[in-house]
């Protein structure tokens, strides 16, 4: 049976984490976004209030801050000053990297009460789990930990560690048990593997290739799912 693939764009949260890009890149991924409809725009906390700016208080489009990116090895106490220095300039939303080394060390108590003290903000929080890289005991440990929390997304990775995979996003929506939704990130280069991460669960799709992605679609050589 054929069908007509759905539109992406509002499960895309446009990405720009690349340290080297000035202000013009902002801009640039910002006007994307609301080009396209994306859910979000995805940037470090240093950008964060020439976002807000860009976008405009109406926008539609999420403003979404990084916290501790990408490695989460800081005090909890710099994450939630950092994480209330992005909802003052104008978040909508948190992706939050724990505290690996506390995790490492089998100390969920830490790991829960670093995450619950930013969520304790009120804005929604994805948390960064690498999936990829952890052991199946920790990623469940990390994955309770997170929505005892207050967490609302589980978020594959950041983008430093391997390409999240289907196996994945069908992993952590197995460990969520519905509890929350799952963002898959990084790594995402394909149409394809787009719309089999979201056929896998995922909710939101974190990737600097947004355009390229839409491009992609609706492009009239691309064919509908059958």
Known sequence: MRHERPDLAPLIDHALLDPHHGIEAVHRCCD??????????CLASRWLACGR???????????????????????????????????????????IVP?????????????????????????????????????????????????DAGAAFLKSGSGFGPPVSVAQVQHLREL???????????????????????EAGASRLGTSRGVALMQALRSPATPPAS
């Open 32 to 41: 994307e976004a609301r080009h396209f409809g994306f859910a979000g725009v």
């Open 99 to 147: 505290d690996f080394g506390a995790l490492a060390d089998g100390n969920g108590s830490a790991v829960y009460e670093e995450i619950g003290a930013i969520v304790e903000l009120g804005l929604p929080v994805k948390v960064i789990l690498e999936a990829g890289r952890l052991s199946d005991p920790a990623l469940a440990l990390l994955v309770e930990a997170s929505i």
């Open 176 to 198: 969520a048990r519905g509890r929350v939704a799952v963002k898959a990130s990084g790594g995402i280069t394909g149409l394809e593997q787009a719309f089999e991460l979201v």
């Open 53 to 95: 700016e860009r976008l405009g208080n109406a926008s539609r489009v999420r403003l979404i801050g990084v916290v501790a990116f990408p490695f989460g090895a800081v005090p909890a106490a710099i994450k939630r000053a950092e994480a209330e220095a992005a909802a003052a300039a104008g978040a909508d939303e948190l992706d």
